[in-house]
Every structure is written in structure tokens, then in C-alpha cells.
């Protein structure tokens, strides 16, 4: 296809927004714990509600696209996406901001899983399609870098809500660009959607989530694991379901999946924690931290771009191993952390783990894709990118839950100092100099604490994973080529 290349610029500038909307309002947090007051709660819900919307829909919104077009699900996502970015940028209080941002997910849950299976369709010989989708990981992994600068550069000109504002143009860009240039796809063959195995899914990825980010375990957690465990029953008696379940079966697509959950975990809760460690503890502005940041996402591009060429050297489990141990270096490092840094240091770190992100996604991405038959594509696709969105919204919620719970044990002096480090800050401020100063540095430290905990908690769970990830993708061949994939899933 002649216009294949500018398909995936197109497809590679949704996923750069998206991506960045995810980190975008990381560093504009502090910001709401004065302008809303919201608290500790209602900060990490605001992180969390446009992942978990995203993720509660995928599923449905992949299985939309086989059905009625991947492009026109595109198109109508930009430009819903570009109208609920308004609504978020002026919501006035915690309450609506939370709303308005499952809004701005229900959006994203309609364009994620639509670039990648473009991408799929478009890109139909092996070698390219590893590189496209290298190069599409990559954008993903610029946007986390970029969402911060971004974030930073307009938080020190303007209020909150312009770090959504700067969606609607490039969404408009995109809205028109994939007019012009995207080809219709779809599955000629598929069916109606099965309501009710809508209903199952996204109740039961919420419940699971919520009840996790509560640390509440009992009846709300039990009914989200049962309605899944309905959900994958009716999938094997459907004759359209919206997950092919048989696609489990083959380890190149089970062991992706299960990796790309934990390394989003552990990418998305650390996007957050160095927002605050930048900004709280050492003091520096919201652009200072988001270039700070900057180095490690751009890393994640090239390692997106490296991947396909390791492939040929270390195979496809050696590849993804390889990237987690990098990352999990970068974590045993973020565990040393202290109130004062020499960031020459930390730098080359960062770009360590940057790549190993890189790596494990881009490989891990094309795993899941070509498992999957063609016109499926949007189904595999969203499937993929539940994953990513689970991972982001829990490493966020368990992780920032163990960082939190480390701080408020560790944290001494006033009870109003006690529930968040901004919290402290805050209440500090209200103070003399002479009485600021030890809550400062007591809160300082409580949340270097509370880091030090979450990075080793981080690495030693990638170094299992890595492992685990060596075994489950061994003897996936280097290249899975188009004429095999129908007998995968058959």
C-alpha cells in the first residue's frame, strides 16, 4: 500500500496524545490540592479514572471496530476525545474533574485499539510490521516522556485545565488526517455484539480495579473476579465472542499479555512518584521535572526501534527478558534515592530503563498482533492495549498505595501533615519558617522513604517476570510470517 507509512504516522500521533494525556496531569497534581482541594483519595482517583474507563472498554470498543470500521471508530473517537478534553479543562471541582476524566477514557477506549489494528492491516509483511509496530511502541513511550515537558511548559504559563486544552488541535490533526489518508477495514464476517458480555467485562474489570485501589478485598473484589470468570465461560460459548479465548492457548500471546501488565505497572506508578520526588522533594519547578523525565521515554523510543533488529540475535523471550532486567537495574537504583540529587547520575539509569521499556513493549506488541488472523485484529488489539491500561491504573493504585501507606507510617508531627507529602507541604506554608522547616524535612523523607520501598518492590518483581518471560516465549519463532497465522488460532 502506497500510503502505508503515512497511515502509521497518523495512527503514531494518536497514540503520542494518548499517551501523554496519561502523564500529562501528573505534574499539575500539587496544583489540584489548592485549586479543588482535593485530597489524597480524589488526587489518585484523578490519575486513575481515564486509565480505568479506558481499560473497562476496550474490549467492547476493539470488537465496535471490527464491526462498523476501524476508521470510522478512529474518527469518531478524535473528535470525541478533542470535546471531552474541553469539559476536563474546565471542570470546577474534584468531583467533576474525576468525571469528566472517564469521559476523556471513554473516548481513548475508541482510538487505542483502532491504530493498532490499522496498523495490523496495513502492514501485512512480517519484517515491516515488527518495525511498524516498533515504531508506534515508540511514540507510546515518547508521549510519557513528552507528557511531562508539556505539562511543565504550560503549567508554568497557565492554570491546570491547559494541559487538556492542547488535546484539541492535534486531535483535529488527526481527525482530518485519517480522512484523508486511513483505508476503511473491517470484519465482513462478524456478528452482533453480545450485550451481555459487555456488561460482564467492563463490571468486572472495574470492580477488580476499584476494589484493588481500595485495598479492599472482600465482597467487591470477589464479584469483579466471578463476572470475569463469567465473562471467559460465555466467551467459549459464543459463536462472535468478543474475546476468542483460544488465542490463550498459544504461549507468544498469553505470556505477552501477562508481561505487558507488570511493565506497565511499574512504568506508569514511577511516571507519577518522580512527578512529586522532582516537584516535592527536590523543590524543582513543573518544566524542570518534566525534562528531568524527558531522557527515559525518549530511551523507551529507541528501544522500541532497536527491537526488531535484536530479534535476529536474541530471539523474541531474549529480547523481552533482556528489557525487564534492564528495568529492574533502573528500580534497584530508584531505591537508593535521597532528598538531594546529582542528576548526571541518575541519568544514564533512567535511559537504561527507558530502553528496556521499549524493548519489552515493541516485541511483546507484535507477539499479540501476529497471533491473531486479520480480521480480528481490532479484538487482539484491544485485548493488548486492556493490558497496558490495567497495568498503568493498578501500578498506580497499588503502588502509590504502598508509597502513601510508607509515608504516613513514616511520617511524624501534625495530623494534617500526615496524609500526603503535598498535603504537607501545603499545611507547611500556613506555618513560620522556624515551624515549616521540620515538617518539610520530615515529610521529605517520609516520601524517600516511601520510594525506596516501591523500588524494590518493583525491581524484584520484574527480575521474576523476566524470568518467567524467558521460559514462556522460548522456541516463538523470530518471524512469525502472514501464511501461519490462520492455522494459530484455528
Keep these: 500500500m502506497k500510503n502505508k507509512w503515512a497511515c502509521l504516522a497518523i495512527a503514531c500521533t494518536a497514540t503520542l496524545l494518548l499517551s501523554l494525556d496519561l502523564t500529562v496531569l501528573h505534574l499539575a497534581l500539587p496544583q489540584l490540592v489548592g485549586d ?3 485530597s489524597s483519595t480524589q488526587l489518585l482517583w484523578i490519575g486513575d479514572a481515564y486509565g480505568f474507563a479506558v481499560a473497562g472498554l476496550l474490549i467492547t470498543m476493539g470488537n465496535v471496530g471490527d464491526r462498523i470500521g476501524r476508521k470510522k471508530l478512529l474518527l469518531i473517537g478524535s473528535a470525541a476525545f478533542g470535546a471531552a478534553s474541553v469539559v476536563t479543562a474546565y471542570a470546577p471541582s474534584p468531583e467533576l474533574l474525576i468525571a469528566a476524566r472517564v469521559l476523556l477514557g471513554v473516548a481513548g477506549a475508541t482510538i487505542m485499539p483502532s491504530t493498532l489494528s490499522i496498523i495490523r492491516n496495513v502492514f501485512t509483511d512480517a519484517t515491516e510490521r515488527t518495525t511498524a509496530i516498533g515504531i508506534w511502541s515508540g511514540m507510546s513511550a515518547a508521549g510519557f516522556a513528552v507528557g511531562p515537558v508539556v505539562g511543565g511548559l504550560l503549567l508554568d504559563h497557565f492554570w491546570w485545565g491547559s494541559v ?3 488535546n484539541v488541535p492535534i486531535m483535529a ?6 480522512w484523508l489518508v486511513l483505508p476503511e477495514s473491517r470484519n465482513e464476517n462478524a456478528g452482533r455484539i453480545d450485550v451481555a458480555s459487555v456488561l460482564l467485562s467492563c463490571a468486572g474489570i472495574v470492580g477488580v480495579i476499584y476494589a484493588v485501589k481500595e485495598g479492599s478485598y472482600g465482597w467487591i473484589f470477589a464479584a469483579g473476579v466471578a463476572l470475569l470468570a463469567l465473562f ?4 467459549t460459548r459464543l459463536a462472535e465472542p468478543l474475546i476468542d479465548v483460544r488465542l490463550f492457548r498459544h504461549r507468544a500471546f498469553s505470556a505477552s499479555i501477562g508481561t505487558n501488565v507488570l ?9 507519577l512518584i518522580f512527578a512529586w520526588y522532582f516537584q516535592l522533594v527536590l523543590g524543582w519547578s513543573p518544566l524542570q521535572a518534566g ?5 527515559g521515554g525518549l530511551a523507551g523510543a529507541i528501544g522500541g526501534m532497536l527491537a526488531a533488529k535484536l530479534i535476529a540475535y536474541l ?10 532486567l534492564l528495568t529492574a537495574l533502573s528500580f534497584l537504583y530508584y531505591s537508593s534515592l535521597g532528598t538531594s540529587l546529582t542528576y548526571l547520575v541518575m541519568l544514564p539509569v533512567m535511559m537504561v530503563g527507558g530502553v528496556g521499556i521499549g524493548l519489552t513493549f515493541t516485541v511483546n506488541n507484535d507477539n499479540v498482533l501476529a497471533t491473531a488472523p486479520r480480521e480480528r485484529a481490532g479484538a487482539a488489539a484491544a485485548i493488548s492495549e486492556t493490558a497496558f491500561e490495567l497495568g498503568g491504573a493498578l501500578g498506580i493504585a497499588v503502588l502509590g498505595t504502598v508509597l502513601n501507606s510508607v509515608y504516613t507510617s513514616a511520617m511524624t508531627g501534625p495530623a494534617q501533615a500526615r ?9 507547611a506554608g500556613t506555618l513560620p519558617a522556624d515551624e515549616a522547616r521540620p515538617i518539610i524535612d520530615a515529610a521529605r523523607l517520609a516520601f524517600v522513604e516511601g520510594v525506596h520501598v516501591t523500588g524494590l518492590v518493583t525491581a524484584a518483581t520484574l527480575a521474576v517476570v523476566a524470568a518467567l518471560a524467558f521460559m514462556g516465549l522460548r522456541g516463538v519463532p523470530k518471524v512469525i510470517p502472514e501464511e501461519i497465522l490462520s492455522a494459530r488460532v484455528s
Excluded at 490533526?173 to 485519517?178: D, E, M
Excluded at 471467559?232 to 466467551?235: F, G, T
Excluded at 530471539?315 to 533482556?322: D, E, H, T
Aim: no cysteine; net charge positive.
Design 36 to 38: 479543588l482541594g482535593a
Design 164 to 166: 487538556f486544552l492542547i
Design 173 to 178: 490533526a488527526v481527525l482530518i488526517g485519517g
Design 232 to 235: 471467559v465461560w460465555r466467551q
Design 263 to 271: 511493565a506497565m505497572f511499574t512504568m506508569m506508578s514511577m511516571s
Design 291 to 295: 525534562l528531568a523525565g524527558l531522557p
Design 315 to 324: 530471539g523474541r523471550n531474549g529480547v523481552v527478558a533482556l528489557g525487564l
Design 419 to 427: 496524609e500526603s507529602i503535598a498535603g504537607a507541604l501545603a499545611y
